[in-house]
């Protein structure tokens, strides 16, 4: 079935006891730049740095008592591993993570903290995929995809609820997508919340296969994309996909020059810290292929896990 604004009404209180309320901050120099009012839903500040905590919290603790106690299981570049490590570890669960080698430091060292038991692989869904099946089928956990699942995707969209309950006169709200997992429960927390509401996402030029699936009409695979922004690599999910396809008025694509050039605007004139994947959707309204000026607009700023060894305006 289809998730309901009443499914993330029940997520936003399951998870009200361990989730933060993140805040919605503006920045005046950010609405000059774009033409417009920006109220930043600053999901940087969500528990591991990123909105993935509210999938997988709501995931965790909607298990029984009998399944919880076979743990969880995931494959993930990063977020969404640190997310569900977390909430096992608050539920007292373990936690067995796959993840490609490729990931960054920040987000394996995250991962490890939080108690997640990582096993690495090959950089490909495939390989991903394989091994998560093994260790489902070795240890008994429950698998919590990152993106394709009713629980992640109504935890999704108590982000969007919040902040249409702290800006209700929003015109358009804005998010990125990979695998669709916040992008879908935004749709429907905010349509269902105001029919008239805009939803638009934002997604790499180099990782376009969400927008290319959309002119489609079917999903197509995400094949070895090649972008900074590395939490929208996946493809999009069976579940995901109908519900973009229904509720989202347009995916607007992102050149990796946008994604740098507002990424390093954010840090430096709103003075938060956003990762890549976030700023593909400050991104849409920075290269204004799409004219949004003059109205209210709501960005879910979706995490700020970044390695700062590697950052882009540095080479």
């Not at 029940?10 to 730049?33: C, D, F, G, W």
């Not at 494959?75 to 591993?81: L, Y």
């Not at 358009?172 to 669709?180: C, E, R, S, T």
Request: proline share 5%.
């Amino acid at each position: 079935m289809t998730p309901t604004l009443i499914d993330i009404r029940a997520a936003a209180q399951r998870i009200k006891p361990y989730a933060h309320r993140t805040p919605v901050m503006t920045n005046e120099s950010l609405n000059q730049q774009v033409s417009a009012q920006v109220f930043l839903k600053c999901e940087n500040l969500q528990k591991v740095g990123a909105f993935k905590f509210r999938g997988a919290c709501n995931a965790v603790y909607s298990l029984t008592a009998e399944e919880a106690a076979r743990g969880v299981c995931t494959h993930s570049s990063g977020n969404h591993a640190a997310a569900l490590a977390l909430a096992a570890r608050m539920r007292g669960i373990p936690a067995y993570i796959v993840m490609p080698n490729n990931a960054p430091s920040v987000k394996k060292n995250a991962v490890a903290g939080y108690g997640g038991l990582i096993t690495f692989c090959e950089p490909t869904l495939a390989a991903r995929e394989n091994a998560l099946e093994r260790i489902s089928l070795d240890t008994g956990a429950n698998v919590v995809h990152p993106y394709n699942d009713e629980h992640v995707i109504t935890g999704q969209g108590t982000a969007a609820l919040e902040l249409l309950e702290d800006v209700p006169d929003l015109d358009v709200i804005i998010a990125p997508v990979g695998g669709g997992g916040l992008l879908s429960g935004t749709a429907i927390a905010a349509t269902e919340l105001k029919k008239e509401i805009r939803v638009i996402a934002g997604e790499p030029e180099m990782a376009d296969d969400a927008f290319r699936s959309v002119i489609a009409g079917s999903i197509i695979p995400s094949n070895n994309p090649k972008t900074i922004a590395d939490g929208l690599l996946t493809s999009l999910g069976t579940l995901t996909f109908p519900i973009i396809q229904d509720r989202v008025e347009q995916i607007i694509t992102v050149s990796e020059m946008g994604i740098i050039a507002s990424m390093k605007f954010i840090w430096e004139r709103a003075k938060i810290i956003i990762e890549p994947s976030s700023a593909v959707a400050i991104g849409v309204l920075w290269e204004k292929k799409i004219d949004l000026s003059g109205l209210k607009i709501g960005v879910i700023l979706s995490g700020g896990n970044v390695d700062l060894e590697k950052l882009p305006w540095h080479k």
